[in-house]
């Protein structure tokens, strides 16, 4: 069966479409990312199931971004010279499938991507957050609520929901996904697509805060997510929100953080984490090095002042392109 064409099929879009508004390079490596990873017989199928093409009056943001997520890991994988045995969807644990599978080596990685839904914050309204599972910390909430409730000349203040169910959904999902096959030379990850390095500083906390799912003292039953060896926090959603215009759909401006389960497989060898990661341009050993200045207010917002403090000029601007730095860089000047 021949391949539609895809590009007439873009073409058909309405004008409001994310690869109508970003246009130029974006939508013709979207092109170039569909021909290379999905199979000709079924493009029609999926581009108008994952991308609302060329219909897209019943089009979805969040269905869009996790498609275009998915499709970006893909297709950088699939385009990676040392990838071998490449495959989406394929069944590693009948019958549920993985959005990708490849080889390296002799090491076989299983990849499950997520791309979180999320509610846009009000402008106009203070947020009250915990880094972690606090003890008493809606109590706490509620006692700063009756405050702001009788007070006409502050804000509206709001308690933001904890992300960590999110996160926990995803480390069930991927559990349930990934092989339970004993084997020590693959490698499961499950990949974040997140917004730039606030919004990852925010998942990375529901792995390392206080009583969070990457720590001894865990909210949820561990052995419920020890198949997933490690989860990677990216940049990839703001890619696909804010910097479309710097976007090839591939992995060559996102930036990866790597996260080992530390509950994870026994089996688990080392090298099949580096040699599985070397597929990635990652900072897992990089970012394991970075102590921000012995501060312990910005330990626990390490990912942000790694990205902020530590990346230099290019980097930063490789990954983060519509962003400043200036006000890090100052700051940084000043502590030295």
Avoid at 11 to 34: M, W
């Amino acid at each position: 069966m021949s391949r539609p064409n895809v590009r007439d099929l873009v073409e058909k879009l309405s004008a409001s479409h994310p690869l109508q508004t970003a246009g130029g390079n974006y939508k013709r490596d979207f092109i170039s990312a569909v021909e290379n990873v999905y199979p000709a017989k079924d493009v029609g199928k999926i581009l108008q199931e994952k991308f609302s093409i060329p219909n897209d009056s019943k089009f979805s943001l969040d269905r869009y971004l996790q498609s275009a997520a998915e499709l970006s890991v893909q297709n950088d994988l699939k385009r990676n010279p040392s990838v071998q045995n490449f495959e989406i969807d394929k069944q590693v644990n009948a019958p549920k499938d993985v959005d990708a599978y490849c080889e390296t080596g002799s090491k076989k990685i299983a990849l499950e991507v997520k791309c979180p839904e999320e509610r846009k914050a009000d402008p106009n309204t203070l947020g009250l957050a915990a880094v972690g599972r606090l003890p008493d910390f809606f109590e706490k909430a509620a006692i700063l609520h009756s405050i702001f409730d009788t007070s006409s000349s502050w804000n509206k203040l709001e308690t933001i929901q904890n992300r960590d169910n999110s996160m926990k959904d995803f480390l069930l999902s991927g559990n349930g996904k990934f092989s339970s096959v004993p084997l020590n030379d693959n490698l499961n990850i499950l990949f974040v697509a997140c917004g730039h390095f606030t919004d990852m500083t925010n998942w990375w906390q529901t792995l390392t805060g206080p009583n969070e799912l990457f720590t001894e003292l865990s909210y949820w039953p561990t052995d419920q997510f020890r198949l997933v060896d490690l989860v990677i926090l990216s940049n990839l959603k703001y890619l696909h929100t804010e910097a479309r215009q710097y976007n090839d759909w591939t992995l060559n401006n996102a930036f990866i953080l790597p996260c080992i389960n530390p509950n994870g497989r026994d089996t688990l060898k080392l090298d099949s984490i580096e040699i599985g990661l070397s597929v990635f341009n990652h900072h897992l050993f990089r970012f394991a090095k970075y102590q921000p200045v012995d501060d312990p207010i910005l330990m626990m917002f390490k990912p942000g002042a790694y990205c902020l403090y530590n990346l230099n000029e290019p980097e930063f601007r490789r990954y983060f392109p519509t962003l400043r730095q200036v006000n890090a860089r100052s700051e940084r000047n000043k502590q030295t």
